[in-house]
């Protein structure tokens, strides 16, 4: 079979890697070469093979698919071709192997070429049960290829359901509900500006305070220079929230003639307490050393007069002293209503107060049953929208198609893992971007198979065609790919340092898709792709997704040829 | 047919998209959300479905403003309201009325209070982050293609922006910060379809025969990856659409800008980069040929 030596000859000369060809296919490549104008410069560039068509038919050209299909390619019949010889095939046994000879041997180029797709006898006109003998499939690749489906389907399966109820633990409060709150950091004096020194200070005084508020888990990050950005996932009282971290709490003792003579930070420890005298709530404070002393002078001096206990300037309590205190007790009572009140202070106190001037920049609170709600609507959408994009890539490029839906079940997983590994946390924007990042991840797939089918119709053999399309699809998928990281990247740089826009999660998810489908693109698809080719299991370029029309016009000498045939 | 003989059209068929863009931005602006003006935003649930007008009275019971804006979605069973920045009291006494009043679901609220970004200052900042993502992209495509490439890439992208902004203006589109964010995206995605088709021109390039004029090259070039660039599309498409559909209420806007830009960006591609990047090549022929 002349058709598929010329294909060996060019895969010989334009690729370095193995590719396995059955000892069953050697054998019957006996039948001497047909004159022909080298297909293997066809391999090379379609543009020159074309120059060289023998026979150029114009106007069948520009219908076929522009510049890129040779003359050459109108003889070369995909699809029905292997339909005619597997009839032939089918009627005279052994001898099919002969009759696709001759009809290479009477389209010359062209049809030689089109063999590579046509001696696949795989097309919907063949039953099996001819091909048994010929149809040389490669069972090594085709193995690798089904081991590699099947592990696949087995992570989805059995890895789906984990994977899933760990990302619901990295729920942002958008999607599980919660309270989150920015605030921009001013100075209290002018002589204290905000450093990044007091904003950390911030930082650790926020933690504290939150903790005090008895939340299981909660963020607290700095954004830019003077704003610092608090999330309480699943926390559902941003009044409360709200009155812990925005108060200063600047505790002052201050004598009768408003001197101030002991502060916050002299305290050691503030607790809230019922009286066991009065059953009023009330605040307990303990000073450390330094404090006791000042204290106990302070107390000695004004013996039958006022302190005044300040928060934030606010006068809590004005006992008259007795007596000198000596132990370094004090207590705030009289003003709390509730336990709750003194609990809430004790809190403050202890936690000390904010090294800088705090205003709320924004608010939100997510109630947790419309958190879910947006979930299960994003979900759905994700779907919808991923779904649709499988279905499309299924049918309209059919085996490979299989190849990129299965490219972008291991493209999610891989986002998966990422997602996991580095606690990236799920937002609307960031499952949004997500499902944007799958339409763009496809891309690259699209742009493998479509060269692919323009090398098909050039005339290549299949194998020809993966190499050459693949290569040059590479190239553009890099070029473009790098220009859409330029663009991400800047994107990030700007959302990063702009907490409003809530989207750093946007940007990443955008980097990490673009670079990740980068990544499937030349290890995934090349891959599987590959296998799928070299296992020979799909030949018909019409399941390379070759329109049946182009197919179609394409047959008619062919078949006509086959009719010619001694 | 020759798409870029017919390049005059597709330029024309921007303006006709751009210009009253440009139009409804300079006469009315843009529909700012409370990220810009300040205020705060109340999104909640009903049990049963309620009517706008008994949200407004409710509103009115509290003293607050009447010309609110009120957006029912849901089946009329959920409301969001943005008005002005309310006090933690205010906040409370809305929330209560309406659960009283309308049958609000508690478990089903968000609110959201904003003080006011200095505008000029978000837009200044996005309009650098352009400035460096152009820049970076001119140097990219300079040394991979040629600069005048990467001239009309960045030129397509700006015609996406007009085009996103402009027709974000005409539709009264919320504008918020994370829409700044859809600007930046979509220049993102915008080059990236505009180099398919580069790559495929200078491809060509260097396999042009004699006799094949420029503009021919083009529109083979453009015709061979049509498919390509129409299939992409397509796909981004799906994913936005669903979003749009079915997808969370609070990011809607953003998914229609970026549903927008996205096919701009593709008309963009095919109608405007590679006709531009013809034009750039026979201005400068004509320059050399008259010196």
């Known amino acids: 079979m002349a058709g598929k030596k010329q294909r060996r000859n060019t895969n010989r000369q334009q690729q370095k890697q193995k590719m396995p060809v059955s000892p069953q296919q050697e054998q019957k490549q006996a039948t001497p070469d047909s004159p022909q104008p080298e297909p293997a410069a066809a391999g090379a560039a379609n543009q020159q093979s074309s120059s060289k068509a023998p026979r150029p038919r114009p106007p069948v050209r520009r219908i076929l698919s522009g510049r890129a299909v040779s003359p050459d390619a109108v003889e070369a019949a995909p699809g029905p071709v292997d339909q005619a010889r597997a009839v032939s095939g089918a009627t005279s046994g052994a001898t099919g192997a002969g009759s696709g000879g001759a009809v290479s041997g009477g389209h010359g180029a062209g049809a030689a070429r089109a063999a590579g797709g046509g001696t696949g006898f795989s097309g919907p006109g063949a039953p099996n049960r001819p091909q048994a003998k010929r149809l040389a499939i490669n069972w090594a690749d085709a193995g690798i290829l089904a081991v590699i489906v099947l592990v696949i389907a087995a992570i989805v399966v059995f890895a789906a359901k984990p994977i899933a109820s760990e990302l619901q633990k990295q729920l942002g409060i958008d999607l599980q509900g919660g309270v989150s709150l920015t605030y921009k950091a001013s100075p209290l004096s002018p002589d204290a500006p905000v450093t990044s020194d007091a904003m950390n200070a911030l930082q650790n005084n926020f933690e504290k305070r939150v903790n005090g508020l008895g939340v299981t888990e909660s963020d607290i990050r700095l954004i830019g220079g003077n704003q610092i950005q608090v999330e309480l996932p699943g926390f559902k009282d941003p009044d409360q929230a709200v009155k812990t971290l925005g108060t200063i709490a600047k505790l002052e003792f201050k004598t009768a003639d408003g001197t101030v003579v002991l502060t916050g930070a002299d305290l050691k420890k503030a607790q809230a307490q019922i009286n066991t005298s009065t059953n009023e709530p009330e605040v307990a404070l303990t000073f450390n050393a330094a404090g006791t002393k000042i204290f106990a002078q302070v107390t000695a001096v004004n013996v039958g007069k006022q302190i005044g206990i300040y928060l934030d300037d606010k006068l809590l309590t004005n006992p008259v002293v007795k007596e000198a205190i000596p132990s370094g007790n004090a207590v705030i009572s009289g003003g709390y209503k509730t336990l709750q009140d003194a609990q809430n202070d004790a809190l403050l106190l202890n936690a000390g107060a904010l090294p800088v001037q705090v205003q709320l920049l924004e608010n939100t609170t997510v109630g947790p049953t419309l958190g879910k709600e947006e979930l299960d609507r994003s979900l759905m959408a994700g779907v919808i929208g991923l779904g649709l994009v499988l279905l499309f890539m299924l049918f309209y490029y059919r085996a490979p198609g299989i190849v990129a839906d299965l490219s972008l079940i291991v493209y999610g997983l891989i986002m998966a893992g990422v997602y996991l590994l580095f606690h990236v946390t799920l937002t609307l924007e960031g499952i949004a971007a997500f499902i944007i990042s799958v339409g763009m991840a496809v891309d690259a797939n699209i742009l493998i198979y479509e060269r692919l089918k323009e090398e098909l119709r050039a005339g290549k053999t299949l194998r020809s065609s993966f190499d050459a399309g693949f290569r040059h699809a590479f190239r553009t998928i890099l070029d473009c790919n790098v220009n859409t990281l330029i663009g991400a990247c800047v994107l990030l740089y700007f959302t990063y340092t702009r907490p409003q826009t809530g989207i750093p999660g946007f940007a990443v998810t955008l980097i990490i898709g673009v670079a990740l489908s980068l990544f499937t693109a030349i290890t995934f698809t090349r891959l599987v792709l590959h296998l799928l080719v070299s296992s020979r299991l799909v030949l018909n370029p019409r399941w390379y997704g070759l329109r049946i029309k182009i197919a179609a016009a394409l047959a008619k000498p062919a078949v006509l040829g086959g009719g010619e045939r001694p | 047919?020759?798409?870029?003989?017919?390049?005059?059209?597709?330029?024309?068929?921007?303006?006709?998209?751009?210009?009253?863009?440009?139009?409804?931005?300079?006469?009315?602006?843009?529909?700012?959300?409370?990220?810009?003006?300040?205020?705060?935003?109340?999104?909640?649930?009903?049990?049963?479905?309620?009517?706008?007008?008994?949200?407004?009275?409710?509103?009115?019971?509290?003293?607050?403003?009447?010309?609110?804006?009120?957006?029912?979605?849901?089946?009329?069973?959920?409301?969001?309201?943005?008005?002005?920045?309310?006090?933690?009291?205010?906040?409370?006494?809305?929330?209560?009325?309406?659960?009283?009043?309308?049958?609000?679901?508690?478990?089903?609220?968000?609110?959201?209070?904003?003080?006011?970004?200095?505008?000029?200052?978000?837009?200044?900042?996005?309009?650098?982050?352009?400035?460096?993502?152009?820049?970076?992209?001119?140097?990219?495509?300079?040394?991979?293609?040629?600069?005048?490439?990467?001239?009309?890439?960045?030129?397509?992208?700006?015609?996406?922006?007009?085009?996103?902004?402009?027709?974000?203006?005409?539709?009264?589109?919320?504008?918020?910060?994370?829409?700044?964010?859809?600007?930046?995206?979509?220049?993102?995605?915008?080059?990236?379809?505009?180099?398919?088709?580069?790559?495929?021109?200078?491809?060509?390039?260097?396999?042009?025969?004699?006799?094949?004029?420029?503009?021919?090259?083009?529109?083979?070039?453009?015709?061979?990856?049509?498919?390509?660039?129409?299939?992409?599309?397509?796909?981004?498409?799906?994913?936005?659409?669903?979003?749009?559909?079915?997808?969370?209420?609070?990011?809607?806007?953003?998914?229609?800008?970026?549903?927008?830009?996205?096919?701009?960006?593709?008309?963009?591609?095919?109608?405007?980069?590679?006709?531009?990047?013809?034009?750039?090549?026979?201005?400068?022929?004509?320059?050399?040929?008259t010196r």
């Open chain 2, 1 to 289: 047919m020759n798409l870029i003989k017919l390049r005059k059209y597709w330029y024309i068929l921007s303006l006709l998209v751009i210009v009253p863009g440009l139009i409804s931005l300079g006469t009315r602006h843009m529909n700012y959300g409370i990220d810009f003006t300040g205020g705060s935003q109340l999104q909640i649930q009903f049990s049963q479905p309620v009517t706008d007008a008994e949200i407004r009275a409710v509103l009115v019971d509290q003293n607050l403003p009447s010309d609110s804006e009120i957006q029912m979605s849901g089946g009329n069973k959920a409301t969001l309201i943005r008005t002005r920045a309310l006090t933690d009291t205010e906040d409370a006494n809305l929330t209560n009325a309406l659960q009283q009043k309308l049958g609000a679901v508690p478990s089903s609220q968000s609110y959201e209070k904003v003080e006011p970004v200095i505008t000029g200052a978000l837009i200044r900042d996005a309009a650098l982050a352009l400035l460096i993502a152009f820049a970076l992209m001119l140097v990219y495509i300079g040394i991979r293609f040629e600069f005048w490439f990467g001239l009309a890439a960045i030129i397509a992208i700006f015609h996406d922006i007009l085009v996103t902004v402009g027709l974000a203006s005409i539709f009264w589109l919320q504008i918020d910060s994370a829409s700044v964010a859809a600007v930046l995206t979509i220049a993102a995605y915008s080059v990236h379809d505009t180099i398919v088709i580069f790559d495929r021109i200078r491809e060509n390039v260097k396999q042009r025969k004699k006799g094949e004029s420029l503009d021919e090259l083009i529109h083979h070039s453009i015709m061979q990856t049509l498919a390509r660039s129409i299939n992409t599309v397509m796909t981004v498409i799906f994913c936005l659409l669903a979003l749009i559909i079915f997808g969370g209420v609070t990011i809607r806007s953003f998914m229609i800008m970026l549903l927008i830009g996205v096919i701009s960006g593709a008309y963009s591609s095919i109608f405007n980069a590679s006709p531009l990047w013809f034009d750039f090549k026979r201005l400068r022929s004509e320059a050399a040929t």
